[in-house]
């Protein structure tokens, strides 16, 4: 499968790591945001639990409520804590009035709210594929506060 975002982005040139997907998102951010809502491993995960990820705040609550099984497998766990935190971005975005993708130039991800504010929903992701808190639906219910 052709992507050429992804293209552009495997392309960049040499000296500029880390400022490649801060390019693609310049260049295309909807493509962006449509790979990042993919979470493919998260929603594997969640499917095996008789979980379906409907794109909702009430599937972020669910999320929280599922056995962490992921925490025996540490290779994974890393993976899906990234999932987990585009999951919550995506959910974000698309619920809450105004927010929307930003990619910093080094290449990090944050959902940035109407009011200015900036989360860092991967960092929100790892911690909850970790330690379990906070919940992916309590830094979704802040988010929708402001």
């Known amino acids: 499968m052709k992507i050429p975002f992804v293209d552009k982005w ?17 260049d295309d951010p909807g493509a962006v945001a449509e790979l990042f809502a993919e979470c493919e491993l998260l929603r594997s995960q969640a499917s095996g639990a008789g979980l379906e990820l409907d794109d909702t705040a009430a599937s972020l609550t669910d999320l929280d409520q599922l ?21 919550l971005g995506t959910v974000i975005i698309r619920t809450v009035p105004g927010a929307s993708w930003w990619v910093w ?42």
């Open 10 to 26: 495997r392309n960049r040139r040499p000296g500029s790591h880390g400022q490649g997907l801060a390019r693609v998102f310049e």
């Open 67 to 87: 056995l962490p099984r992921w925490r025996d497998d540490p290779e994974a766990l890393p993976w899906l804590g990234n999932d987990a935190g585009l999951y």
């Open 105 to 146: 130039p080094g290449g990090r991800p944050v959902v940035r709210l109407a009011s200015g504010r900036e989360i860092p929903v991967v960092e929100a992701g790892l911690e909850w594929a970790v330690h379990g808190a906070p919940g992916l639906s309590q830094v979704y219910a802040e988010a929708a506060e402001f």
